[in-house]
């Protein structure tokens, strides 16, 4: 069974980067017909698609969010993490990791809120 965990801080300050980890079991992050994708939702947009990285090590990025975004793979911890920088309070959302060949796995979901 695949299962996803997202960690990291819950609270950040505007202008602070974010940075979250997901850990991956039931699978490898070198598996070559997966993905590993970063969403979050707010209830005002809903879920929006931040970025990936495929088993190639080839990440895409949103393009609303591709300045301030940057995702990687920790293959030997079998990780792999995002980064989202210069945060405002509009980046508060819950931050989910996904997985698999078309989004069939996904962590719980962290809270994030930015507020000075």
């Known amino acids: 069974q695949v299962q996803l965990e997202e960690s990291g801080p819950g609270l950040l300050k505007p202008s602070q980067t974010l940075s979250l980890t997901c850990t991956v079991s039931?699978?490898?992050?070198?598996?070559?017909?997966?993905?590993w994708d970063w969403i979050r939702h707010t209830p005002e947009k809903g879920l929006e698609w931040m970025g990936a990285?495929?088993?190639?090590?080839?990440?895409y990025y949103s393009p609303s969010l591709k300045s301030r975004t940057s995702i990687a793979r920790d293959t030997s911890k079998n990780q792999f993490t995002l980064q989202l920088s210069s945060v405002t309070p509009e980046d508060t959302a819950v931050y989910y990791c996904?997985?698999?060949?078309?989004?069939?796995?996904w962590g719980q979901g962290t809270p994030v809120t930015v507020s000075s």
């Open positions: 039931g699978a490898s992050v070198t598996t070559t017909t997966y993905a």
């Open positions: 990285i495929s088993q190639r090590d080839i990440t």
């Open positions: 996904v997985g698999g060949v078309a989004y069939e796995y």
